[in-house]
């Protein structure tokens, strides 16, 4: 059962195991979303993109990403975007769910979303905004997965159907941030990870993976 949309820990079970293409290193029974992070964007070149493409192509490989924008923090702004819109033309060529790093750039990102209106899901990652920037989102049909660090209220509000959980980089388990997050929102811990569950196999059902 997948129930973590997004795991740094390259040996988990039940997630979806970020890496880099040149990180890249399948083990038998895992599954991976590959991408460039954001941080990492300054100085990439295009053959970069070439081996994401080739790499995208792996069945294990079920998402792209993480990719976005991040305004505190790696290359200029120009360049991650246009970094981002090259995912996003690999998340619909290949189509496979796109897993997107964003700070402080919503707007940007919805922007980007209203105008290429993509086919294929896209998961807000780490999502610890308000309620006000969760609705932005939602509303969109885009999903916010959470982890360990969340406004509880913008975790209350988000519907059922476009709610994901997540460690990242967190030492906790996906059960224990399952449970913090199941406090907001009046819930069991097994039913918000069954939730999470369900959603994540319906993404992957939505596009052309298989677990
Ligand atoms: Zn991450």
Not at 8 to 13: D, E, G, P
Not at 139 to 168: C, H, Q, R
Request: charged share 20%; proline share 6%; net charge neutral.
């Amino acid at each position: 059962m997948i129930a973590d949309a997004h795991t740094h820990n390259q040996f988990s079970c039940e997630g979806i195991i970020s890496t880099s293409p040149e990180r890249f290193n399948p083990l038998p029974g895992k599954v991976y979303s590959v991408g460039l992070h954001p941080w990492l964007t300054a100085g990439i070149a295009d053959h970069s993109i070439e081996q994401l493409r080739r790499i995208l192509k792996f069945p294990e490989v079920v998402a792209v990403g993480e990719t976005g924008i991040d305004k505190m923090k790696g290359a200029p702004i120009e360049i991650q975007e246009k970094i981002f819109l090259q995912h996003i033309e690999l998340s619909e060529e290949t189509k496979k769910p796109l897993i997107i790093h964003e700070v402080k750039a919503a707007g940007q990102i919805l922007a980007i979303h209203r105008q290429i209106k993509p086919k294929m899901p896209w998961i807000r990652h780490g999502f610890r905004g308000n309620a006000q920037t969760a609705r932005m989102y939602y509303s969109k049909g885009i999903y916010l997965s959470i982890g360990e660090k969340f406004n509880p209220e913008a975790v209350k509000s988000i519907p059922e159907s476009l709610l994901l959980l997540e460690t990242d980089e967190s030492p906790l388990t996906i059960t224990e941030i399952a449970r913090k997050a199941a406090t907001a929102r009046q819930t069991t811990t097994e039913a918000l990870l069954a939730l999470s569950a369900s959603n994540i196999s319906t993404i992957l059902k939505l596009s052309d993976s298989t677990i």
